[in-house]
C-alpha cells in the first residue's frame, strides 16, 4: 500500500489548530473544531489509561496544561474525563470521542506515545476504534516497535514513523541503547515498512528521509513548524508541514 494522497493534501494543525490565548487548547475538542473549519488535517497524541483507553493528550503525566499531577497510565478514562484544564472548561477526549467529533471531515494522523516496553494495547484500543471509523486516518510513532504493532493491527490504514537524526539517553530514558541505535537513521524501516516519516524540521536535509522520500517513495511529513523559516525548509525538503502558531492561509 502506498501513502495515499490526503495525507499531503493539506497542512496538517499539530494538536489541532490551538491557541490558548483564545482559550482554544493543544488535543481538545475546540482544537479539533478550529483545525476542521480551517480544512487542515489533525495531527493528535493518544495515551493508554489504567483500563485500557486510548486518551487524546500528548504528556504522559499530568500538570503543564492541568490541575493535579500523576501518571495518565495510572488513571481510568472515567478519572481523567474528570480532570480540570487551566485555560479551558473542556475536558480530555477519548480516541472515539475525536472520532465522533470529526466524523471524517478532515484525515486523522495520530501519534502513538510509547514507553519503549513492548506494551501493544495502545495500538489495539486504536485499532478497535478505527475498525468502526470510516474517516481518513493514519498512525505513527517514535517507536518502531509500535510501528510494528499498526502494521501487524491495522494493515489497511497508513503508518507512520516519528524521527530525527539523534536519539540521547537523557532526552530518552525509557529506550534501551539498542532501541534507540535501531531508531538512528530509521535502520528498522525495512521491519516496519512505514508508509510515510515525519521528521523533525530543524533537521532537515538529512540523508534518511531523503532516500526514504526519493528512493521508496514514501512521503515527508515535517514538524513541528512554527516560524518562516521553518515554513521555507519545509517547502524546499519536504511533502507537508505538520504545523502550529499560524494559519497557513493568512
Given at each position: 500500500?502506498?501513502?495515499?494522497?490526503?495525507?499531503?493534501?493539506?497542512?496538517?494543525?499539530?494538536?489541532?489548530?490551538?491557541?490558548?490565548?483564545?482559550?482554544?487548547?493543544?488535543?481538545?475538542?475546540?482544537?479539533?473544531?478550529?483545525?476542521?473549519?480551517?480544512?487542515?488535517?489533525?495531527?493528535?497524541?493518544?495515551?493508554?489509561?489504567?483500563?485500557?483507553?486510548?486518551?487524546?493528550?500528548?504528556?504522559?503525566?499530568?500538570?503543564?496544561?492541568?490541575?493535579?499531577?500523576?501518571?495518565?497510565?495510572?488513571?481510568?478514562?472515567?478519572?481523567?474525563?474528570?480532570?480540570?484544564?487551566?485555560?479551558?472548561?473542556?475536558?480530555?477526549?477519548?480516541?472515539?470521542?475525536?472520532?465522533?467529533?470529526?466524523?471524517?471531515?478532515?484525515?486523522?494522523?495520530?501519534?502513538?506515545?510509547?514507553?519503549?516496553?513492548?506494551?501493544?494495547?495502545?495500538?489495539?484500543?486504536?485499532?478497535?476504534?478505527?475498525?468502526?471509523?470510516?474517516?481518513?486516518?493514519?498512525?505513527?510513532?517514535?517507536?518502531?516497535d509500535q510501528v510494528l504493532a499498526l502494521r501487524e493491527l491495522m494493515p489497511a490504514r497508513p503508518r507512520g514513523i516519528v524521527a530525527q537524526r539523534s536519539y540521547s539517553a537523557a532526552e530518552w530514558p525509557d529506550a534501551t541503547p539498542d532501541q534507540r541505535a535501531t531508531m538512528t537513521d530509521l535502520h528498522h524501516?525495512?521491519?516496519?515498512?512505514?508508509?510515510?516519516?515525519?521528521?523533525?524540521?530543524?533537521?532537515?536535509?538529512?540523508?534518511?528521509?531523503?532516500?526514504?522520500?526519493?528512493?521508496?517513495?514514501?512521503?515527508?511529513?515535517?514538524?513541528?513548524?512554527?516560524?518562516?523559516?521553518?515554513?521555507?525548509?519545509?517547502?524546499?525538503?519536504?511533502?507537508?508541514?505538520?504545523?502550529?502558531?499560524?494559519?497557513?492561509?493568512?
Amino acid at each position: 500500500m502506498r501513502a495515499p494522497d490526503w495525507l499531503t493534501a493539506r497542512p496538517v494543525a499539530h494538536r489541532g489548530l490551538h491557541d490558548e490565548a483564545r482559550g482554544i487548547v493543544e488535543n481538545m475538542p475546540a482544537a479539533a473544531r478550529a483545525a476542521m473549519a480551517g480544512n487542515f488535517s489533525i495531527e493528535l497524541d493518544i495515551q493508554l489509561t489504567a483500563d485500557g483507553e486510548a486518551m487524546v493528550h500528548h504528556d504522559d503525566e499530568l500538570g503543564r496544561l492541568t490541575e493535579g499531577s500523576g501518571s495518565l497510565r495510572t488513571r481510568t478514562a472515567a478519572e481523567l474525563r474528570q480532570i480540570v484544564f487551566r485555560n479551558t472548561s473542556e475536558r480530555m477526549m477519548s480516541l472515539a470521542d475525536l472520532c465522533a467529533l470529526v466524523a471524517g471531515r478532515v484525515p486523522l494522523v495520530i501519534e502513538v506515545k510509547s514507553h519503549f516496553d513492548g506494551d501493544r494495547r495502545l495500538v489495539r484500543r486504536m485499532a478497535d476504534v478505527l475498525s468502526s471509523y470510516d474517516g481518513p486516518a493514519a498512525g505513527m510513532s517514535f517507536d518502531p516497535d509500535q510501528v510494528l504493532a499498526l502494521r501487524e493491527l491495522m494493515p489497511a490504514r497508513p503508518r507512520g514513523i516519528v524521527a530525527q537524526r539523534s536519539y540521547s539517553a537523557a532526552e530518552w530514558p525509557d529506550a534501551t541503547p539498542d532501541q534507540r541505535a535501531t531508531m538512528t537513521d530509521l535502520h528498522h524501516a525495512f521491519r516496519t515498512r512505514p508508509h510515510f516519516v515525519a521528521y523533525w524540521v530543524n533537521e532537515l536535509p538529512a540523508l534518511a528521509p531523503w532516500i526514504a522520500r526519493n528512493i521508496f517513495r514514501c512521503p515527508l511529513l515535517t514538524w513541528t513548524v512554527r516560524t518562516p523559516e521553518q515554513r521555507a525548509r519545509a517547502a524546499r525538503y519536504a511533502d507537508q508541514m505538520i504545523f502550529e502558531g499560524f494559519h497557513p492561509e493568512v
